[in-house]
T-cell receptor, first 115, second 115 residues
Framework: AQSVTQLGSHVSVSEGALVLLRCNYSSSVPPYLFWYVQYPNQGLQLLLKYTSAATLVKGINGFEAEFKKSETSFHLTKPSAHMSDAAEYFCAVRLGGGSQGNLIFGKGTKLSVKP | ETGVTQSPTHLIKTRGQQVTLRCSSQSGHNTVSWYQQALGQGPQFIFQYYREEENGRGNFPPRFSGLQFPNYSSELNVNALELDDSALYLC??????????????FGPGTRLTVL
């Protein structure tokens, strides 16, 4: 079965430190990968998406992710954490279009940022 | 702001009752999906509607049903509510059903509590 694994349900960093949130996928077809962020009591907001145009994808709020096919990974990074980055982050995969166009989400990683 | 709205924000029901949740998609988005997000979990795909017909379904029983209307609004209906149905229900719309890289825009969700 196709799936997404996010390593670490909670990650805590200091303000100004590197943020690294891990995502691995399993897919028998070329995956299309997404990172979403969810702030408390809100819906999901797209951070970035991999569309096969480039392996390094830049998103909003200074985040980026690199698609590594050999490692089946799509880790999310940000060079310097800000207090406003505290939220839950979800990695998701889409396997195709049409009736296969739904997103399969990981369980999420909650990011805490310490002052 | 994604342009996707949901109502109500919160809802409390009793086991065995029926509930209807509503969503208004972005104008022009002819595809709407519903997801269930249990506490501490990633969103799980319930079903997808395209041009008022169901076009893909996740692993949810038939008591979860939906409707999509020509005015870009949609409904999620759940019959015979169970305690495990307590969750955040997210609606998401997108423009192009056939596109594998199309962004899904999420609403803020409806928090359903079943007592």
């Amino acid at each position: 079965a196709q799936s997404v694994t996010q390593l670490g349900s909670h990650v805590s960093v200091s303000e100004g430190a590197l943020v690294l949130l891990r995502c691995n996928y399993s897919s028998s077809v070329p995956p299309y990968l997404f990172w979403y962020v969810q702030y408390p009591n809100q819906g999901l907001q797209l951070l970035l998406k991999y569309t096969s145009a480039a392996t390094l994808v830049k998103g909003i709020n200074g985040f980026e992710a690199e698609f590594k096919k050999s490692e089946t990974s799509f880790h999310l990074t940000k060079p310097s954490a800000h207090m406003s980055d505290a939220a839950e982050y979800f990695c998701a995969v889409r396997l195709g279009g049409g009736s296969q166009g739904n997103l399969i989400f990981g369980k999420g990683t909650k990011l805490s940022v310490k002052p | 702001e994604t342009g996707v709205t949901q109502s109500p924000t919160h809802l409390i029901k009793t086991r065995g009752q029926q509930v209807t949740l509503r969503c208004s998609s972005q104008s022009g988005h002819n595809t709407v999906s519903w997801y269930q997000q249990a506490l501490g979990q990633g969103p799980q795909f319930i079903f997808q509607y395209y041009r008022e017909e169901e076009n893909g379904r996740g692993n949810f029983p038939p008591r979860f049903s939906g409707l999509q209307f020509p005015n870009y609004s949609s409904e999620l209906n759940v019959n015979a509510l169970e305690l495990d149905d307590s969750a955040l229900y997210l609606c998401a719309s997108r423009l192009d059903l056939s596109s594998v890289t199309d962004t899904q825009y999420f609403g803020p969700g409806t928090r359903l509590t079943v007592l």
